[in-house]
C-alpha cells in the first residue's frame, strides 16, 4: 500500500512538476490481476483498483494496523469497465455491472473480487473511509440513481452528476460518492470551481481515449498549479484545493469526498475574477 502525506498550501506553491506529480496523482491504480492500494492522510481515505484475473481479496495492509479492512471503516465501489464482476462479502455474491455502485459498510470481514470472464477482466475502483457506525450494504444500479443536470453548451460544461453514496441516498458514516458524465463535446467539469475545507475529494479520470489528457486544475484559488492526468488516474484534492479539469476530448469522473461535513452542497464557490 502506497502512503501520500498531507502538504502544506505554502509548500505546494513551490513544487516543481515532477513533485506535483508524486504528491498529489495516482498515476497506476489498476493493473491486471491485481489490487492497488493508496493510503491518503487527507482524511485517512484509501484508494484503490482492482483488475480481478482470479479471486482476488481485500486485505488490511499493514498501515491499517487492523485485523481486517473494514473493521474500522467503510467503502464504496464503482464498476468504471465494461464488464461485470462478482463482489463476495462475508459469502453473500453481489454483481456489480458496468458503471454501478457498491457500498459495503463496517464490520465486513471478508471481501473478495471475481470478474465473470476472467479472460476479459472488471475495472472496479473503490475508496474507503473511516466509518463509526455500520451501514448496510447496498447496490446501487446506474438506472436507478438519479441524475441531475448542469452547464451548458455555451460553457462547455454540459454535464449529468449521478450521487450515489450521500445524505439523501445511500447513507454512509462519512463517504459521499458518485459519478459525473460530460455530454459530447463539453469538456470542463465542475466550473466555477469550488473548495470545501472540511472535507478532501478524490477525482477519477476514465473512459478518456489514449492519446487525449485532462488539465486538473488544483491549488488555492489564488496559486492554482495544473496537473496533465492520463486515462483511469486520479487525483487526492486536499481541502485548501481547488479541483477542476478540461479535457482534450470527452471523459467521465469519479468524485469521492471524506471529511467532517456530511453536506454535498456546502461549496465555496470562486469567482472567475479571484482566479490566479
Known sequence: MEIKYCTHPKHAKHYTTEELREEFLL??????GEINMVYSHEDRVVIGGVVPTSELSLEAAAT??????????????????????VVTIDGEEITVNAKDCLYIGLGKREVTFKSVDQNNPARLYFVSALAHKEYPTRKIDISDATPVHLGDDSQSNKRTIYKFLHGDGVQTCQLMMGMTFLAPNNMWNTMPAHIHDRRNEVYLYFDLAEENRVMHFMGEPSETRHIVVANEQAIISPSWSIHSGVGTGNYTFIWAMAGENYTFTDMDFVDMKDLK
Open 27 to 32: 498515476e497506476k491504480l489498476f493493473v491486471t
Open 64 to 85: 491499517l494496523k487492523t485485523e481486517y479492512f473494514l473493521e474500522r471503516r467503510e467503502i464504496g465501489i464503482i464498476n468504471i469497465g465494461s464488464q461485470p464482476a
